[in-house]
C-alpha cells in the first residue's frame, strides 16, 4: 500500500478510483481565485467617479471645497495641540487617475454605509501608494488601479519603496498599506464585477447588494468564502446550487455558511480519494464503495474543536453534511441538463437516478436533540444575576465592564424570554399601544401597559411578533432609546435622527445603521460569567453568556404557573405544540419535586401505603397525563380501563395530596349545592323528600362523605409552606389560567 492509500481510512481505500481518475482530477484543481485585476477597466473606474455628486468628484478635500456629509464623516485630527490647530483634509493627488477615481468612490461609499474617515490613517495610505508608484518595482510603477497588485503586493511594493528613501520615518507604511488596500479591493471587486452576482468566490451581502437578504439578518456581516473548494467543477456548481436556494427563499444566508461547511467534506473526501468528475465514478457499481467511504472517513474523524474535542465527531455533525451532499447532488441531478449551460460543464448530464439518493438510512445518523438539564435557571440564580447586572454599565475604573447597551440587552433577555438576536436587533422604537378594557373605576388595570415587537429571525409564519410587556421593561427601553440619540450625537450625527436598531454597534456605525454585534455581546457576557461566578444549587458554574437559558426559564416559569399551551406558544412565537413541548423535560422535573411535596390520602382518608417515589412511577407523569385528574390521580395501571366513569372518590384508586385542597373543597360545596336542588325539586314533585336509600342520593352521599374525610385528613397530614404554593394542575381544574388572564398580567408578570 503506497504512503496516500495509508493515510486514508479503510473504507476510502477500497473505493480509491483508477490511477488515471486520480490524475486527471488533480489536473481540475486549478486555482480557483479570479484576480481582481482582471476585473479592472479604466472606463469602469471613470464610470465610478462620473457616479458620484460634483461636489464629491475632488482630487483634495479641505475646509473650504469640504461637503457637509463629509465633514460629518471626516474625524478631527490635532495637528498641533499647543496651538489648537486641527484639520479634516485629505488628498488624493500624486496618484494615477484611474486610482484616484477609486479612492474617491470607496470614500463615498463608506461615508454614505456610515462609516467614519479617519484623515490621518489616510493620508498614510495615499503616501504608502505614492512612494510605490514612483519608487517600487516595475509592476508597482505601472500599476494604474488599485487592483493591479494584490494587497500582499502592495505591501512588498512600499516595503521596497521605502527601504530605497526614507526607512526611518516610514516603516509602519507596508502593514497600514496591507490592511487599507485588503477593504478597498474587497469593495472595488464588487463595483469591477458585471456578470452575476454568484460568480465571485467571495460573498459579502454588506458590499454586495444584489446577494438576496431578508431585511433583518442577524448573519449580514458574515462573508461567504469559496476559494477553499479548489475542484473548479464542484467549487462552480455548489455555488450556483446555493445561489438558487437564497434567491428563491429555500434559505436564508445564515444557512449559507453552514451548507459550504458541509460541502468542505465532500470536498475534503475528493481530494483525498480522488474521483471521475461530477458523477464522482466511471460506473454505477463503483457509488456505492466509494460513498461508503466518504460515511467511514466521518464516522472515524477526531473532533478538533467543540464539546466532543479529542473524540469522534457528535451525531448531528456527521449527518448534517450527508443530507447535504444528498440535497445537493439530487438537485444537480433534477437540474442537470440546466448546469450544463450555466456552468458549462458537460459532465453534469451523466449524473442518474443513482446519484438522487446518495446514502442509505443507515448511513446517516439518527437525529438527536437531547436537552440540557440546566435548560432553566433558578430564581435564586436568576436573583443573582439581575443583581450583579449592574457590573456591565459600570466604569471601568469601578471594576465594571462600561457597556450600558449589554446590561439593557440583559435586563430585557431575562424579562421577555426572546431570543438574543430578537432583542439586539429590535426596532429603534419597538413599542406599540396596548388595547385593554379598562376597569369600572375607568383606569387601566395594572401589569401589562404596551406590546413589544421583535424581529422574528429565526422562525417565520407565526403571526405578528409582539408580546405584552410591563411598564418596568417601557422603561428600559425609553433608557436606552435615550442612550442611543446620545451615542448618534457624540458621532456627529444631525439632530432628530433616529437609528435603524434600538442597540447599536459603536464601532463605524455613524448613522445607527447597524445592530450590536452578538458575538460582543456573548464577550460581554463571558466576562460577566467570570466576575460573578455564581453557582446553582448543585455547585454547578452558571454560564450567562448561554443566552438561551433566559428563554427556557421564561417558558417554564409560564407552563408551570398553569398558562395554556396555545397561550405560551404565541408568546414564544412558536409555530406548533411540539416545539413548545421542547420545554416539557424542564416541566416534569418540577412536577415531580410538587408532586413529592405531599403526602398523598386515598378517598376514604387514609394515607396512601406506596412510597410517593414509587407512585410518581407508576403514574408515568413525567409521560403521561392520562391518569391526572382534576382532584388527584387515579392509580389504575395504565393497561387497564377504568369502569367507575367519574366515580373516582368511592374508588380505592384515587389518591389525593394537598396542593388540590381548595379544589376538593370546591367539589364538595359543589355537590352538597346540588344534592339541595335535587331534594327541593324532587319534594315539589313527589310530594316528599329522597330517602338515603335513593340509588342517586346515595352515590352523591358517598362522594359527600368521602370529601369530607379527604379534607379532614389533609388538614391533619399535609405540608404546607409559607404562603400559598400550587402545585401543577391537571385540565379543567378552576384555578386554571386562560388567555385573558395573560393579557392582564395575572400569569406572566
Known amino acids: 500500500m503506497n504512503t496516500e492509500q495509508a493515510s486514508l481510512p479503510a473504507m476510502a481505500v477500497l473505493a480509491l478510483p483508477s490511477p488515471r481518475a486520480r490524475v486527471r482530477n488533480r489536473q481540475e484543481k486549478r486555482d480557483p481565485r479570479m484576480p481582481i485585476a482582471a476585473l479592472f477597466s479604466e472606463e469602469r473606474a471613470r464610470q465610478l467617479w462620473d457616479c458620484l455628486p460634483a461636489e464629491h468628484r475632488q482630487d483634495h478635500f479641505d475646509s473650504t471645497n469640504m461637503p457637509d456629509a463629509y465633514r460629518q464623516a471626516f474625524t478631527v485630527q490635532t495637528i498641533n495641540r499647543e496651538r489648537g490647530w486641527s484639520s479634516q483634509a485629505i488628498s488624493l493627488r500624486g496618484l494615477p487617475d484611474p486610482m484616484l477615481y477609486e479612492l474617491a468612490w470607496c470614500i463615498d461609499r463608506q461615508v454614505a454605509d456610515g462609516y467614519s474617515i479617519n484623515p490621518t490613517r489616510f493620508q498614510e495610505l495615499r503616501r504608502g501608494l505614492v512612494l510605490a508608484v514612483e519608487h517600487g518595482g516595475s509592476a508597482a510603477r505601472t500599476a494604474r488601479s488599485l487592483t493591479a497588485l494584490s494587497h500582499e503586493e502592495w505591501e512588498r511594493e512600499v516595503r521596497h519603496a521605502v527601504l530605497r528613501t526614507t526607512p526611518s520615518t ?6 497600514l ?8 479591493q474587497d469593495r472595488l471587486a464588487y463595483a469591477y464585477h458585471d ?12 458590499l454586495d447588494r444584489r446577494i438576496p437578504q431578508r431585511e433583518h439578518e442577524p448573519e449580514g456581516r458574515r462573508v461567504v468564502n469559496f476559494s477553499q473548494l479548489t475542484t473548479d467543477w464542484f467549487r462552480e456548481a455548489a455555488k450556483w446550487w446555493l445561489s438558487v436556494q437564497l434567491s428563491t427563499g429555500h434559505y436564508v444566508w445564515s444557512s449559507v455558511k453552514s451548507r459550504l461547511d458541509h460541502l468542505n467534506w465532500l470536498h475534503w473526501y475528493i481530494q483525498q480519494a480522488g474521483c471521475a468528475g461530477p458523477q464522482l465514478v466511471d460506473s454505477p457499481e463503483e457509488l456505492r464503495p466509494w460513498l461508503l467511504g466518504l460515511v467511514d472517513a466521518l464516522n472515524s474523524h477526531t473532533a478538533l474543536t467543540g464539546p466532543n474535542k479529542g473524540s469522534r465527531l457528535a451525531k448531528n455533525s456527521r449527518r448534517g453534511p450527508l443530507v447535504t451532499m444528498e440535497q445537493f447532488y439530487r438537485w444537480m441531478h433534477d437540474n442537470r441538463a440546466e448546469a ?5 460543464e458537460p459532465r453534469w448530464s451523466r449524473l442518474g437516478l443513482h446519484h438522487t439518493v446518495l446514502f442509505r438510512l443507515d448511513d446517516k445518523p439518527r437525529l438527536t436533540n437531547q436537552l440540557s438539564d440546566d435548560m432553566a435557571l433558578e430564581d435564586e440564580v436568576i436573583s443573582q444575576i439581575a443583581a450583579g447586572s449592574g457590573t456591565l454599565a459600570a466604569p471601568k475604573a469601578e471594576g465594571g465592564l462600561d457597556d450600558r447597551q449589554a446590561f439593557h440587552a440583559l435586563m430585557l433577555l431575562i424579562r421577555t424570554g426572546r431570543r438574543m438576536n430578537e432583542v439586539l436587533m429590535m426596532d429603534f422604537e419597538p413599542l406599540l399601544p396596548l388595547v385593554q378594557v379598562k376597569g369600572q373605576d375607568g383606569r387601566e388595570p395594572d401589569g401589562f401597559v404596551a406590546r413589544l415587537s421583535y424581529q422574528e429571525t429565526k422562525i417565520e409564519g407565526g403571526g405578528p411578533p409582539t408580546i405584552p410587556v410591563d411598564r418596568e421593561i417601557v422603561d428600559i427601553i425609553r433608557i436606552q432609546q435615550q442612550w442611543a440619540r446620545s451615542f448618534l450625537t457624540t458621532r456627529g450625527t444631525p439632530d432628530g435622527t433616529n437609528p435603524r436598531y434600538l442597540f447599536l454597534q459603536t464601532r463605524n456605525n455613524r448613522l445607527g445603521l447597524r445592530p450590536y454585534a ?3 455581546f456573548h464577550h460581554r ?12 444549587s448543585l455547585g454547578r458554574p452558571v454560564q450567562i453568556s448561554k443566552t438561551h437559558t433566559f428563554r427556557h426559564t421564561r417558558a417554564t416559569d409560564l407552563i408551570n404557573a398553569g398558562v395554556p399551551i396555545h397561550v405560551v406558544m404565541r408568546y414564544l412565537g412558536h409555530l406548533t405544540p411540539a416545539m413548545t413541548m421542547h420545554y416539557a423535560k424542564t416541566l ?3 412536577s415531580e419535586r410538587e408532586f413529592l411535596r405531599y403526602k398523598k390520602v386515598t378517598a376514604d382518608g387514609r394515607t396512601a401505603g406506596l412510597d410517593p417515589s414509587d407512585l410518581y412511577d407508576l403514574l408515568h407523569l413525567d409521560q403521561r397525563a392520562d391518569r391526572v ?4 390521580w387515579c392509580m389504575l395501571p395504565p393497561k387497564q380501563v377504568c369502569s367507575k366513569g367519574n366515580a373516582c372518590l368511592t374508588c380505592d384508586k384515587f389518591v389525593t395530596d394537598a396542593s388540590h385542597h381548595d379544589e376538593l373543597q370546591h367539589q364538595l360545596a359543589q355537590t352538597e349545592a346540588l344534592i339541595t336542588r335535587r331534594q327541593t325539586q324532587f319534594t315539589t314533585r313527589h310530594g316528599e323528600p329522597m330517602g338515603e336509600d335513593n340509588i342517586w342520593l346515595a352515590g352523591r352521599l358517598a362522594e359527600t362523605s368521602a370529601l369530607t374525610k379527604v379534607l379532614v385528613a389533609l388538614d391533619h397530614v399535609g405540608v404546607h409552606d409559607d404562603g400559598r404554593l400550587r402545585a401543577v394542575r391537571g385540565a379543567g381544574t378552576t384555578d386554571r389560567l386562560d388567555q385573558t388572564d395573560v393579557e392582564r398580567g395575572e400569569s406572566v408578570s
Do not use: F, Q
Open 525 to 536: 457576557l463571558g466576562d460577566l460569567t467570570r466576575t460573578l461566578a455564581i453557582t446553582d
Open 340 to 344: 450544463v449551460r450555466v456552468l458549462g
Open 177 to 184: 498599506v496591507l490592511h487599507s488596500v485588503k477593504h478597498l
Open 518 to 520: 452578538a458575538a460582543t
Open 195 to 206: 456578470g452575476e452576482w454568484w460568480r465571485l468566490n467571495l460573498w459579502n451581502p454588506s
Open 170 to 175: 516610514n516603516a509602519h507604511l507596508p502593514m
Open 588 to 590: 416534569s422535573v418540577t
Open 629 to 632: 385528574l382534576p382532584n388527584g
